[in-house]
């Protein structure tokens, strides 16, 4: 199984601030099929980034994703209101079961 | 606009099974993509538990693997998760997804089930 784990867990920034968020892979996570996702309280996950770096529907440029192998980062580049929430990777290589990191905390400073 | 919505029977009991239906709409399932399960517990986070696609082609946790079965009707535009011997571990809000692969870019609202005697 592939661990991810996400760092740091809780990122304190106020908004118009650039966060930078990372996911490390215990093993390569084949054709980079790497996802990230957006969670606020009682709601579902969001997909914002798959296959790495390829933004979903709808989700705006301050969101990006980089990152291959072992090592992938999202990106928030000016933080708006709304961006405070937990953010998930999750890995949906070959190698099944597809795993989610433990999440990352975006909270207003 | 797709939507996805799950039903389910509420509170479970150890041991019972519990047999959860996600009802799409917007979409035709027959169309194509993966249909997928994944539950989130505070002690366990999200977990993916299986996902299908529309020929039938599935796939499955394989630590949960021997416990679930993962269906799809067509004619219902619904696809639905069987999850035997549920025990308190099992408590957790279980949702539905679609996904590319195993992307999931659509979600339902999510159920909790919570298992107690």
């Known amino acids: 199984e592939i661990v991810l784990t996400q760092s740091p867990g809780t990122l304190s920034l106020s908004p118009g601030e650039r966060a930078t968020l990372s996911c490390r892979a215990s093993?390569?996570?084949?054709?980079?099929?790497l996802a990230w996702y957006q969670q606020k309280p009682g709601q579902a996950p969001r997909l914002l980034i798959y296959?790495?770096?390829n933004r979903a529907t709808g989700i705006p440029d301050r969101f990006s994703g980089s990152g291959s192998g072992t090592d992938f980062t999202l990106t928030i580049s000016r933080l708006e209101p709304e961006d405070f929430a937990v953010y998930y990777c999750?890995?949906?290589?070959?190698?099944?079961?597809?795993?989610f990191g433990q999440g990352t905390k975006v909270e207003i400073k | 606009q797709v939507q996805l919505q799950e039903s389910g029977p509420g509170p479970v009991k150890p041991s019972e099974t519990l047999s959860l239906t996600c009802s799409v709409s917007?979409?035709?399932?027959?169309?194509?993509?993966?249909w997928g399960w994944i539950r989130q517990s505070p002690g366990k986070g999200l977990e993916w538990i299986a996902s299908?696609?529309?020929?039938?082609?599935?796939h499955y946790n394989p630590s949960l693997k021997s416990r679930v079965t993962i269906s799809v009707d067509t004619s219902k535009n619904q696809f639905s998760l069987r999850l035997t011997s549920m025990t308190a571990a099992d408590t957790a809000v279980y949702y539905c997804?679609?996904?590319?692969?195993?992307?999931?870019?659509?979600w339902g609202q999510g159920t909790l089930v919570t298992v107690s005697s």
């Open positions: 296959a790495a770096s």
């Open positions: 997804a679609r996904a590319e692969v195993g992307d999931f870019d659509y």
């Open positions: 093993q390569s996570v084949s054709g980079n099929y």
């Open positions: 917007g979409y035709s399932i027959s169309r194509g993509y993966y």
């Open positions: 299908i696609h529309e020929s039938g082609s599935t």
């Open positions: 999750q890995q949906y290589g070959s190698l099944l079961p597809w795993t």
